[in-house]
């Protein structure tokens, strides 16, 4: 029943390793997006995806990628992992609709916190 | 870009007394206003918005308000209660960009 998902929840590695976090919605949205959320709790966001195109690229090392095979996945694949990487990862989607009317809500995913030791 | 600033950045507010929680946008184009509220490990979830042809919005005990002209708005919380305590952010963007840039979070604590 959940709307936004994430997989794990939880993600502790050790520096320099590749990890992946994974998103699924079921509200047949067309937009996601990847959201970085610090110690300081400031909500940045990373990319997103419209039916699977990527539409918003910030400045993030090029060692994050996102992926998105179908409009209701948007996975976050990381290599070589650093110290600083570590915070919580939210998930968010959105409907753009054609008019972009009632396109302007995101909901946000339960958010996976990625520890690198 | 779109930079938004608020503030308090913590706040703490006696039971069943008002919070105000302000915030300012650098971009003129903006349209689009949400409020968003995190409890501790939680996920951010939508409380209220407003978009920008209208200059006030309620919700039984909360509230925003917009002034276009100073580019700035306001969450209002009345009558609070223990389980407003969270943190709270506002947020801006505008139609035909995506892109939500998020205000850097007032943490509110409730006294009972």
């Known amino acids: 029943d959940t709307a936004v998902s994430q997989t794990p929840k939880y993600l502790v590695t050790q520096m320099g390793n590749d990890k992946s976090i994974k998103c699924e919605q079921n509200?047949?949205?067309?937009?996601m997006y990847w959201y970085k959320q610090d110690s300081k709790k400031f909500l940045k966001i990373m990319f997103s995806?419209?039916?699977?195109?990527?539409?918003i690229n910030e400045t993030v090392p090029n060692r994050f990628s996102p992926k998105s095979p179908d409009k209701a996945h948007l996975n976050l694949h990381i290599n070589s992992l650093e110290l600083g990487d570590s915070a919580v990862y939210f998930c968010a989607s959105s409907q753009v609709s054609l008019r972009r009317v009632h396109s302007d809500t995101q909901y946000f995913g339960p958010g996976t916190r990625l520890t690198v030791l | 870009g779109e930079n938004v600033e608020q503030h308090p950045s913590t706040l703490s507010v006696q039971e069943g007394d008002s919070a105000v929680i302000k915030c300012t946008y650098s971009?003129?184009?903006?349209?689009?206003f949400p409020w968003y509220k995190q409890e501790l490990g939680k996920r951010p979830q939508l409380i209220i918005d407003i978009r920008s042809n209208v200059g006030e919005k309620k919700d039984q005990r909360i509230a925003v308000t917009l002034n276009k002209t100073a580019k700035h708005f306001s969450l209002h919380i009345t009558e609070t209660q223990p389980e407003d305590s969270a943190v709270y952010f506002c947020?801006?963007?505008?139609?035909?960009?995506?892109?939500?840039?998020f205000g850097t979070g007032t943490r509110l604590t409730i006294i009972p």
């Open positions: 947020a801006a963007k505008y139609f035909g960009n995506e892109k939500l840039t």
């Open positions: 995806y419209n039916n699977k195109e990527l539409i």
């Open positions: 971009d003129s184009a903006s349209n689009y």
């Open positions: 509200l047949g949205h067309d937009t």
